[in-house]
């Protein structure tokens, strides 16, 4: 069983995803945040799976309350649902940790799917997207680093030429797909410097990597 916060600030929204989740037979509704400081109580109060997090909400908002949940250690995974066309917050959200986002107008089994997707350690977004919403909000970004990204940062330089490789064609937006066939390596191995280069950066899901390789210049943005 799967078990869900929703946090946000319309009882309305709120309502329509716990009518939406609670049809099904392997979620479960633990509770309802209105605002961050009331979803950052509940995660640390239920310690639910996912939490279905808007970024605009009063007081606390949802970029303060992911990040907070993230460095607190918990298990908890966010996923942001957002009005990504008017919202330029998105990106600071997964920087924040959140494990990726969908639109407030995403179609119902996306959403589930989605849910389901992050409880089990995937990132919601799927890579191309992931580089145009990085791509869109560009001016986000640190400001460029004097030195080569690969001997500044000690979480680049753990990795192998092979996997920096790999790492860089993922902030490109290539799918494990695309790069056994581009790389001419089995998906299962492309699966498995996948696992290793979270494990070395330190990365919660594919979303991160992405957004590592943005920051330390892996990927120059266009």
Same mark, same amino acid.
Do not use: C
């Given at each position: 069983?799967?078990?869900?916060?929703?946090?946000?600030?319309?009882?309305?929204?709120?309502?329509?995803?716990?009518?939406?989740?609670?049809?099904?037979?392997?979620?479960?509704?633990?509770?309802?945040?209105?605002?961050?400081?009331?979803?950052?109580?509940?995660?640390?109060? *239920?310690?639910? @799976?996912?939490?279905?997090?808007?970024?605009?909400?009063?007081?606390?908002?949802?970029?303060?309350?992911?990040?907070?949940?993230?460095?607190?250690?918990?298990?908890?995974?966010?996923?942001?649902?957002?009005?990504?066309?008017?919202?330029?917050?998105?990106?600071?959200?997964?920087?924040?940790?959140?494990?990726?986002?969908?639109?407030?107008?995403?179609?119902?089994?996306?959403?589930?799917?989605?849910?389901?997707?992050?409880?089990?350690?995937?990132?919601?977004?799927?890579?191309?997207?992931?580089?145009?919403?990085?791509?869109?909000?560009? *001016? *986000?970004?640190?400001?460029?680093?004097?030195? @080569?990204?690969?001997?500044?940062?000690?979480?680049?330089?753990?990795?192998?030429?092979?996997?920096?490789?790999?790492?860089?064609?993922?902030?490109?937006?290539?799918?494990?797909?695309?790069?056994?066939?581009?790389? *001419?390596?089995?998906?299962?191995?492309?699966?498995?410097?996948?696992?290793?280069?979270?494990?070395?950066?330190?990365?919660?899901?594919?979303?991160?990597?992405?957004?590592?390789?943005?920051?330390?210049?892996?990927?120059?943005?266009?």
């Amino acid at each position: 069983m799967t078990t869900v916060l929703i946090a946000d600030d319309q009882a309305m929204q709120r309502f329509g995803f716990r009518m939406l989740l609670e049809s099904q037979d392997d979620m479960t509704v633990v509770g309802e945040a209105a605002n961050g400081t009331e979803a950052v109580g509940l995660v640390a109060r *239920h310690h639910p @799976d996912v939490v279905l997090m808007d970024i605009r909400m009063p007081g606390l908002d949802g970029i303060e309350a992911t990040r907070r949940i993230v460095t607190s250690g918990a298990r908890t995974r966010i996923l942001i649902v957002t009005t990504f066309d008017l919202d330029e917050y998105a990106y600071d959200g997964l920087r924040a940790g959140a494990s990726g986002f969908l639109v407030k107008d995403a179609l119902p089994e996306e959403l589930l799917s989605g849910i389901r997707a992050v409880a089990s350690g995937d990132a919601v977004v799927a890579p191309s997207l992931t580089r145009r919403l990085l791509d869109a909000y560009v *001016h *986000h970004l640190p400001a460029a680093p004097g030195e @080569d990204p690969l001997d500044g940062d000690p979480r680049i330089a753990s990795l192998t030429e092979r996997e920096r490789e790999i790492l860089t064609v993922i902030g490109q937006g290539w799918t494990n797909s695309e790069i056994a066939q581009r790389l *001419h390596l089995a998906e299962s191995t492309v699966k498995t410097h996948v696992t290793r280069i979270l494990a070395k950066t330190g990365s919660r899901d594919r979303v991160q990597a992405v957004i590592l390789a943005y920051d330390t210049r892996m990927v120059n943005p266009r």
